[in-house]
């Protein structure tokens, strides 16, 4: 049985749009989201990719929001877009069947961070009920689940920034295996918050002006968020029910470093890069576009344009659009894997966006400031998480 | 005329569950949670909201075994009157 795996639904809210068109006019066009960091003046770093303009009461009731910190709302309105994108008609058998798998690194960190504040600052006793509720990292996944009933495997993986790409592969190979008929998967991140700020202060990676991936100049992350949710379902059940189908989600591939804590490893993120290729039955040949983890820190860059040329000597069109929605942490791959999706459907590779200066020790094609209208066969989207976890997606065009 | 124990525990809950105007005014002094469709996740809002509101640290027990209004009101009495 060859249970080949699609994407047919998509949502994205995140700092460059809170609609998957939205988000993809800016990708298409090269509109970076980063812009002064509001509501910290005590973090050093000046700029962020934030969230502009969410208003909860939009979205959710005033009972609902008592539930939900911002990442978990993030996460239903992503994956409310996604579903009404896909078009589905839900029967009792779909939702037995369907299972919501997503990335998130760090939770509820919003409503950690007030309560903490709380406790070590205000000298409070007594601690709301709904605190535990909203900062578990599955928060996401489980409103998800409820507000559509879905009743099949569901959880939420935590690795850094490969969470979300870890999250789609488990859902690609459930869906596979047979396990699901469709999951929604993708990931959601709130990480603007003083305490986490500080220690992302404290790591210095963050950029003291943009990102600029593979520059000569980088400087650095800069810290995004959002959600983005993709619905997967199997081809042959995409075509009965005359789904519009954006791409294949073809294969993935992990590895761990087992190196450093935060370094990078280039022969970790290669051998991830082939296993994702091997699993997808893809040649290096037919991989048009990579849209790569690259962070814009000193450290990632060189290492992953390394692994990026001993995988493909041959050349591949690269763009980090982090440049543009920022590092969204454990919904990254998730955003990157629809701005991938995305590439693939519409035959247009975003850039990354900031670029100056080429860095010969990133010696690599990168799709510079402008999109290049190009349709592809297939593309890759990488995340090359803190701890070493690597988890690369493969998608190919349909 | 101040507030009633039974008016400030009245206001309380439909501040915790965002009642509106309609809903606030059909709570009486013998409603229960029942009937007020408040589940155990509402409930332990309430008791949290009642906490802060009158000052009093409610025993789990006691939380647990709220079936309305009534019961409320005698328990932050008796609450009350131990403080003081």
Same mark, same amino acid.
């Given at each position: 049985?060859?249970?080949?795996?699609?994407?047919?639904?998509?949502?994205?809210?995140?700092?460059?749009?809170?609609?998957?068109?939205?988000?993809?006019?800016?990708?298409?066009?090269?509109?970076?989201?980063?812009?002064?960091?509001?509501?910290?003046?005590?973090?050093?770093?000046?700029?962020?990719?934030?969230?502009?303009?969410?208003?909860?009461?939009?979205?959710?009731?005033?009972?609902?929001?008592?539930?939900?910190?911002?990442?978990?709302?993030?996460?239903?309105?992503?994956?409310?877009?996604?579903?009404?994108?896909?078009?589905?008609?839900?029967?009792?058998?779909?939702?037995?069947?369907?299972?919501?798998?997503?990335?998130?690194?760090?939770?509820?960190?919003?409503?950690?961070?007030?309560?903490?504040?709380?406790?070590?600052?205000?000298?409070?006793?007594?601690?709301?009920?709904?605190?535990?509720?909203?900062?578990?990292?599955?928060?996401?996944?489980?409103?998800?689940?409820?507000?559509?009933?879905?009743?099949?495997?569901?959880?939420?993986?935590?690795?850094?920034?490969?969470?979300?790409?870890?999250?789609?592969?488990?859902?690609?190979?459930?869906?596979?295996?047979?396990? +699901?008929?469709?999951?929604?998967?993708?990931?959601?991140?709130?990480?603007?918050?003083?305490?986490?700020?500080?220690?992302?202060? !404290?790591?210095?990676?963050?950029?003291?002006?943009?990102?600029?991936?593979?520059?000569?100049?980088?400087? !650095?992350?800069? +810290?995004?968020?959002?959600?983005?949710?993709?619905?997967?379902?199997?081809?042959?059940?995409?075509?009965?029910?005359?789904?519009?189908?954006?791409?294949?989600?073809?294969?993935?591939?992990?590895?761990?470093?087992?190196?450093?804590?935060?370094? $990078?490893?280039?022969?970790?993120?290669?051998?991830?890069?082939?296993?994702?290729?091997?699993?997808?039955?893809?040649?290096?040949?037919?991989?048009?576009?990579?849209?790569?983890?690259?962070?814009?820190?000193?450290?990632?860059?060189?290492?992953?344009?390394?692994?990026?040329?001993?995988?493909?000597?041959?050349?591949?069109?690269?763009?980090?659009?982090?440049?543009?929605?920022?590092?969204?942490?454990?919904?990254?791959?998730?955003?990157?894997?629809?701005?991938?999706?995305?590439?693939?459907?519409?035959?247009?590779? $975003?850039?990354?966006?900031?670029?100056?200066?080429?860095?010969?020790?990133?010696?690599?094609?990168?799709?510079?400031?402008?999109?290049? $209208?190009?349709?592809?066969?297939?593309?890759?989207?990488?995340?090359?998480?803190?701890?070493?976890?690597?988890?690369?997606?493969?998608?190919?065009?349909? | 005329?101040?507030?009633?124990?039974?008016?400030?525990?009245?206001?309380?809950?439909?501040?915790?569950?965002?009642?509106?105007?309609?809903?606030?005014?059909?709570?009486?002094?013998?409603?229960?949670?029942?009937?007020?469709?408040?589940?155990?996740?509402?409930?332990?809002?309430?008791?949290?909201?009642?906490?802060?509101?009158?000052?009093?640290?409610?025993?789990?027990?006691?939380?647990?075994?709220?079936?309305?209004?009534?019961?409320?009101?005698?328990?932050?009495?008796?609450?009350?009157?131990?403080?003081?």
């Amino acid at each position: 049985m060859n249970r080949r795996v699609v994407v047919t639904g998509l949502g994205v809210y995140c700092a460059c749009g809170q609609s998957r068109a939205e988000f993809w006019n800016a990708l298409a066009a090269g509109r970076s989201a980063i812009g002064p960091l509001e509501g910290f003046p005590q973090v050093r770093f000046p700029n962020a990719a934030q969230m502009r303009g969410h208003d909860p009461s939009a979205h959710f009731t005033a009972k609902e929001i008592d539930l939900l910190d911002p990442f978990a709302q993030y996460a239903l309105i992503a994956a409310a877009e996604a579903v009404r994108d896909c078009g589905v008609a839900w029967t009792d058998a779909l939702r037995e069947s369907t299972g919501v798998i997503t990335g998130s690194c760090v939770g509820g960190k919003s409503t950690e961070d007030a309560s903490f504040r709380e406790l070590y600052e205000e000298k409070r006793t007594r601690f709301h009920p709904m605190i535990i509720p909203r900062t578990m990292a599955n928060a996401g996944a489980s409103m998800i689940g409820m507000r559509y009933g879905l009743t099949g495997a569901s959880f939420t993986t935590a690795t850094a920034c490969s969470s979300a790409n870890h999250a789609i592969a488990q859902a690609m190979w459930m869906i596979r295996q047979g396990q +699901l008929e469709m999951a929604i998967a993708g990931g959601s991140e709130a990480p603007f918050t003083l305490g986490h700020l500080k220690a992302w202060e !404290g790591l210095r990676v963050v950029s003291p002006d943009t990102c600029r991936p593979f520059c000569a100049d980088r400087k !650095g992350m800069i +810290l995004g968020e959002g959600a983005a949710m993709l619905v997967l379902e199997t081809l042959d059940a995409a075509r009965a029910r005359g789904a519009r189908i954006y791409a294949e989600v073809a294969g993935a591939g992990m590895t761990a470093d087992a190196h450093h804590i935060t370094q $990078p490893s280039s022969d970790g993120a290669a051998k991830a890069m082939r296993l994702a290729l091997r699993d997808a039955g893809l040649e290096t040949s037919e991989v048009g576009y990579i849209n790569a983890h690259g962070t814009g820190t000193t450290a990632n860059d060189p290492t992953e344009a390394t692994a990026i040329r001993a995988v493909f000597p041959h050349g591949v069109a690269v763009s980090s659009t982090k440049s543009m929605h920022g590092h969204a942490l454990g919904a990254a791959g998730a955003i990157e894997g629809a701005a991938t999706v995305l590439a693939l459907y519409e035959g247009v590779l $975003p850039p990354t966006a900031n670029f100056t200066t080429r860095d010969l020790a990133c010696d690599i094609d990168v799709i510079a400031n402008e999109a290049r $209208p190009r349709t592809v066969s297939a593309a890759i989207s990488s995340s090359f998480a803190f701890g070493g976890l690597n988890a690369v997606l493969a998608f190919r065009h349909i | 005329m101040p507030e009633t124990t039974t008016e400030r525990v009245i206001r309380v809950i439909a501040a915790s569950q965002h009642y509106d105007a309609a809903k606030t005014a059909s709570i009486t002094p013998t409603s229960t949670f029942e009937e007020l469709g408040i589940d155990s996740l509402d409930d332990i809002q309430i008791v949290f909201a009642l906490e802060m509101e009158f000052d009093v640290s409610i025993p789990d027990d006691a939380a647990k075994s709220i079936r309305g209004i009534a019961d409320i009101v005698q328990g932050i009495e008796k609450l009350l009157a131990e403080k003081s």
